[in-house]
């Protein structure tokens, strides 16, 4: 495990760390800076991934700048921006919601609030700048429809006799949100995950649960039958296999939102390139983008998204029964989740 700077200390970087403030600049100079810095390394953030490919590709054909990434857990993203302080080589990441205020707190991000940060939900945005959700992550079941009986909601899982897979809990934002939606579907919550232990580790019981992520490669193989996935990879990996052989549904019986932050590295040599990939990410054009890649924009409401585009996202009934999560108090409670996890559910396996 990488350790973390001490807070205090890791604030004072912070403060003295280059563009600090989080709209000092006009966008004109953020642009040339930007052109002079001639690159962008990102972490987390790969082609394959809410289509940041297609995000690529425009902003550095907008900025005139080269990019490349290395795919990585959240909590691997922020070990690597503090074990490289005194040297940097990544500009900006992406993580989930819970880790972005664990970024703030250790003092490894960099505030920048875009030119619409007003129109962005408060539930999706630090105040000072810190993080903001450029997307949401519903989590939801993907299925294969040649199961008996496919699950509508978390209850039906128990009902039975399928692979389920639910991921690394404890190190990945998707893995975690899913015992989180478990929770709330299941009488729990944010402060309460006991009945989604319970429930996974009736699972783990039943031989039916797999601690791996689930993708194509092993849902076309039959190793997982149901994934417990974010909606927006469930629904990609669903086109891919075609939707004759798979389907998507929210749990009926209630699910959580979350999302995905840009994290700009207080330490980056290159800031002006990573501000302008968080202010393209909540552009129009930018919150298109990630509906292509199945996505829901934040912004969903205050844009027209295109045909194209419309058709990438389930149905709006179908989220009547998620909510978003406490961004307040989840990232207290995730910090609980492998110990429950390890002593509830991994030694029922």
């Not at 642009?31 to 972490?43: D, F, M, P, R, T």
């Not at 949401?136 to 496919?150: E, F, Q, V, Y």
């Not at 849902?219 to 927006?232: A, L, Q, S, T």
């Not at 929210?250 to 968080?278: E, M």
């Amino acid at each position: 495990m990488q350790k973390f700077l001490p807070i205090a200390l890791a604030m004072a970087l912070a403060l003295v760390a280059p563009g600090f403030h989080a709209n000092a600049q006009t966008m004109d100079e953020l642009v040339a800076g930007a052109k002079k810095e001639g690159q962008v390394i990102s972490l987390g953030m790969p082609d394959d991934w809410a289509n940041w490919g297609e995000m690529w590709k425009a902003i550095t054909a907008k900025y005139g700048v080269t990019h490349t990434d290395t795919d990585m857990s959240s909590a691997e993203e922020l070990a690597k921006f503090e074990a490289e302080k005194s040297n940097p080589s990544a500009d900006i990441g992406e993580v989930g919601l819970e880790f972005g205020p664990i970024a703030a707190q250790k003092g490894l991000s960099m505030p920048y609030k875009t030119t619409n940060w007003d129109k962005i939900p408060s539930w999706a945005r630090d105040a000072d700048g810190q993080w903001a959700l450029g997307y949401t992550g519903t989590i939801a079941l993907l299925i294969r429809n040649d199961i008996k009986n496919p699950p509508k909601s978390f209850a039906d899982i128990l009902t039975g006799d399928y692979k389920v897979s639910v991921g690394e809990v404890g190190k990945a934002a998707q893995s975690n949100a899913a015992v989180l939606a478990a929770a709330v579907a299941l009488g729990g919550g944010e402060d309460n995950l006991q009945p989604a232990m319970d429930f996974f580790a009736k699972l783990a019981g039943q031989k039916r649960l797999l601690p791996v992520n689930a993708n194509v490669a092993l849902m076309e193989k039959g190793e997982v039958e149901v994934g417990i996935v974010w909606d927006f990879n469930a629904l990609a990996w669903r086109d891919i296999a075609g939707k004759d052989k798979w389907s998507v549904v929210i749990p009926s019986d209630g699910s959580v939102t979350s999302g995905y932050t840009t994290t700009i590295n207080a330490f980056t040599q290159r800031p002006n390139i990573a501000k302008l990939v968080r202010e393209f990410a909540f552009s129009e054009e930018g919150q298109i983008i990630f509906a292509k890649g199945y996505a829901r924009p934040i912004l969903i409401d205050q844009i027209k998204l295109p045909a194209d585009a419309a058709a990438k996202m389930l149905p709006a009934d179908q989220y009547a029964k998620a909510r978003p999560i406490n961004a307040a108090t989840w990232p207290d409670s995730a910090k609980t989740l492998t110990r429950m996890w390890q002593e509830s559910v991994a030694s029922q396996m």
